[in-house]
């Protein structure tokens, strides 16, 4: 069972930019995940319960979106 997912994934579900996403966790603003700042770097943790809290249900899976022709 997988408890957290990535920036990446966020992103694609909030249809936001990932740098979007980064910043809100160091801001407080997006109350699914977290920031930590260890040496002048970030890395980030969102929790997909809480995603699920603030979207509604998400698919486990990554999206596999194709192109359109």
């Known amino acids: 069972m997988t408890y ?11 249809g936001k930019p990932a740098t979007t ?3 809100g966790l160091q801001q407080g603003v997006f109350p699914f995940g977290a920031a930590i700042e260890m040496k002048g770097r970030y890395s ?3 929790y997909k319960k809480k ?9 486990t899976e990554e999206s596999t ?5």
Request: net charge negative.
């Open 4 to 14: 957290t997912i990535s920036v990446e994934r966020a992103a694609e579900i909030l």
């Open 65 to 69: 979106s194709t192109a359109a022709l």
């Open 51 to 59: 995603m699920e809290d603030y979207v509604g249900k998400i698919d």
């Open 21 to 23: 996403i980064r910043t």
């Open 44 to 46: 980030y943790v969102i």
